[in-house]
């Protein structure tokens, strides 16, 4: 009859022990609930921030949805990649810098706007803020997000900064295109386009078709941004 020793005190340490260590597979623990949890606790935050920024404040103007897609995922994929190599003995700046120049390297295939490329850094910004800031305290956190927020609040809205809206014109009396006759031509484009403008500038003009490319100023009714107002010929 085999006869063992048990020492609940023993056992007891070493489920302590292994407990505190997490469970291990080929020399890498395997899971830790307290880094799981808040990977999930941080994930959640970053992707409600994004989606205010995005949904409230560019694709309320915009109403782009391939931008939209692509600006939650460059948050998601960001702050998951910057928040796991927080954890690891890896430069996060040179993932980071890698990461950026395969983004720009995508957008250089078609011109994207000026908003857009703000937005895509604000984005990037945000979740980089996130995804690193593991030991920062929930308060200082929550605060610089809505310091962002309202930032970009501030520069959106009509009340600080008066928003004017252009429009590039293909314009065919160019006889009131001539300094002295400015008043003419303003009245003329109100007339004939049904907007406020404020100012008009002149640019290329073709004398053989008595035809020049004006870009004018005007008050817009509506803050929605037009994506085609710098289309000069139909395609």
């Not at 954890?87 to 295939?109: D, K, Q």
């Not at 002295?180 to 290329?204: F, P, Q």
Request: aromatic share 14%; glycine share 4%.
């Amino acid at each position: 009859m085999i006869q063992t020793d048990y020492d609940p005190q023993i056992v007891a340490e070493h489920a302590a022990s292994l407990a505190e260590k997490g469970l291990a597979f080929m020399g890498v623990e395997f899971f830790d609930p307290s880094n799981l949890a808040m990977l999930f606790i941080r994930f959640v935050f970053n992707l409600l921030i994004c989606w205010i920024i995005i949904q409230f404040f560019y694709y309320r103007k915009s109403r782009r949805k391939d931008y939209y897609f692509t600006f939650m995922l460059f948050g998601v994929t960001i702050f998951l990649i910057l928040f796991i190599l927080q954890n690891l003995s890896i430069e996060v700046g040179f993932a980071l810098g890698l990461f950026g120049i395969f983004g720009m390297i995508r957008y250089r295939t078609e011109t994207v706007q000026i908003r857009e490329m703000t937005y895509l850094f604000i984005i990037i910004g945000v979740s980089v803020v996130n995804g690193l800031s593991q030991d920062v305290p929930w308060v200082t956190l929550t605060m610089a997000n809505v310091l962002v927020i309202l930032t970009i609040w501030l520069l959106e809205s009509n009340k600080f900064l008066k928003h004017t809206s252009t429009k590039i014109v293909l314009y065919e009396k160019i006889a009131l295109i001539t300094p002295d006759r400015y008043d003419d031509l303003i009245a003329d484009l109100k007339t004939r386009t049904g907007l406020d403008i404020t100012k008009a500038e002149v640019g290329h003009i073709d004398f053989l078709r008595d035809a020049a490319y004006l870009k004018i100023y005007y008050k817009a009714n509506s803050s929605e941004i037009n994506t085609i107002d710098t289309v000069t010929r139909f395609s």
